[in-house]
């Protein structure tokens, strides 16, 4: 059965909208020749015009890119030559694929995780192939993609990353990337595992407190009291727009503004009132658009003063150490704390949500240098190599992989766990608006 709380990650991930952008601005332009043909005194407008209101707007299904026609001749023969994109094979010849990696000799991988460096050795004694990895953020990696792009530079095989956003709204589309699946794994994976691209795990980011400090259960059971004068500076937050993966977090907690309404009237038995200071700001920037419980409770955060970190890790470690009672952190530290390195545990039961979800992801750069190289070393991740990411917390995107951890670890299974997920769509088209509403707040 598919799972339906990672499903909601790529619904929309899913829709192509590129075309649907391009029909809309030709239609609009027509519209707007015949409008001037019809009027002999027409003249250049200073304005933008408003279309008539008896016009109605057809939303039309979103027409797929002929991937094969969107290439240019390097692309197209690059390809060809490595199976690859519209030009893969229906079967794997991994013999083939293994010999032609070996005479690569290397594999370049750009990772946002540092454990990349504990199978170097594993994965260099079993084919004879060296991993040059560079522990580089998500972001960073597709800058540099870019830049390189631009002046022909090809020379990262592999990008490990979990910018979801940028990496399904622009580095697919624009085919700066390609997507790679190991039919050795495809089936124990769902099918917004493996398309629009390869996932191999899930990590979440989740609201925790201090089990020592309040020994009979949590403090808080409801996002909203975060915000209570009680809670002032008492909460420990990872720079909301430090990372890609902080201010994705919080996006996505302001994306579902109804149910943090919901909440509030369940915490507070009345409907919420927009702050004046809140209303004043937005509307003085029409980019920021009407305010609503999401930007309201970000609002109110925010003049909570929480105690901002440079990373989840640090916020885990304030928390696991007496410091702050209340903070946020990436689920997989729960390792740390079942080995009693911390002293805090999740709050599982926090309302609307205890947390925000999101994958990292394996994909191939367009014109890898080595790119069976780059195949071998995406399945030997998903294979033996995951191993270092094989931690209480992170959900492996393989179901067998995470039936045993959830089995053998007491954490809840993924479809139990009160998350969000992030919506590569959503947060693509909103991270400047988020950027200049958390900048304006502070």
Known sequence: MMNTKKLNLFLRANCKKSNLKRIKTISLLLLSLSIAACNDNASIKTKQEKPPENITKIEKEPIKPD?????????????????????????????EIEAAAKKEGKVVIYSVSSRIFKIQEKFQDKYGIEIIAYDTPSDIQLEKLRRDRKQ??????????NDIADINQEFLPHNLIWNFVPDTVADDLNENEKNPVLVQRWTSRIFIYNNQQYPDGPPIDNIWDLTRPEWEGKFVLPDPIG??????AIETILQHHQEMAAAYEAEFGEKLTISPELRQIMQ?????????????WLYRLIKNKPVLTQ??????????????????????????VNQGKYQWQPLYNLKPIVGVAYPTTLTIADRAPHPNAAKLLIRFM????????????????????????????????FDDLNIWSVDPEYIYENKYTYITLYRLLQ
């Open 67 to 95: 991937k094969k026609n969107n290439l240019n001749p390097a692309q197209k023969a690059w390809l060809k030559k490595v199976k690859l994109g519209p030009y893969a094979s229906e079967t794997q010849d991994w013999e």
């Open 152 to 161: 022909n530079i090809f020379q990262v095989d592999v990008l490990f990353n």
């Open 243 to 248: 990372t890609t993966t902080e201010a994705n």
């Open 284 to 296: 003085k920037n029409p980019l920021l658009g009407e305010p609503n419980a999401g930007t309201e």
């Open 311 to 336: 990373s989840g890790t640090r916020a885990s470690d304030e928390v696991g150490y007496f410091k702050e009672p209340l903070g946020m952190t990436s689920f997989s530290k729960i390792r740390w």
């Open 382 to 413: 998903m294979e033996e190599g995951f191993e270092p990411w094989n931690v209480t917390g992170d959900y492996a995107a393989r179901q067998s992989i995470m039936e045993k951890q959830v089995k053998n670890s007491n954490i809840p299974k």
